[in-house]
């Protein structure tokens, strides 16, 4: 069955940095479109960063300059380097999947992992 799991989540200092990773199976990951998600608590889920089956990427404004979205599609993996990280970062983080769409909307995507948590403190 499909799984996506992600890790790299934890406890950092303002200014410091992150590398999540999403693990993918089950599917033909390079067929798909590939995001990343967050939520804080309270908040409604919000697009990061997604990036399409030949690589462009797109990447929310709050996160622009900050923030890279990378793929593996020899290793069914994706990454998410976040740096200069602030405490509105802080949220659970997930990776997702979509077929015939590739942006910034979660109603789009197919397949969901169970999240991460980065929690930035100042």
């Known amino acids: 069955q499909v799984q996506l799991v992600e890790s790299g989540g934890g406890s950092v200092q303002a200014g410091g940095s992150l590398r999540l990773s999403c693990a993918a199976s089950?599917?033909?990951?390079?067929?798909?479109?590939m995001g990343w998600f967050r939520q804080a608590p309270g908040k409604e889920r919000e697009g990061v960063a997604a990036?399409?089956?030949?690589?462009?990427?797109i990447y929310a404004d709050s996160v622009k300059g900050r923030i890279t979205i990378s793929r593996d599609n020899a290793r069914n993996t994706l990454d998410l380097q976040m740096n200069s990280l602030t405490p509105q970062d802080t949220a659970q983080y997930y990776c997702?999947?979509?077929?015939?769409?590739?942006?910034?909307?979660?109603?789009?995507?197919?397949?969901w992992g169970q999240g991460t948590q980065v929690t930035v403190s100042s």
């Open positions: 997702a999947a979509a077929v015939g769409y590739c942006g910034l909307s979660a109603v789009g995507y197919n397949y």
């Open positions: 089950g599917y033909s990951y390079s067929r798909y479109c």
């Open positions: 990036i399409t089956t030949g690589g462009s990427t």
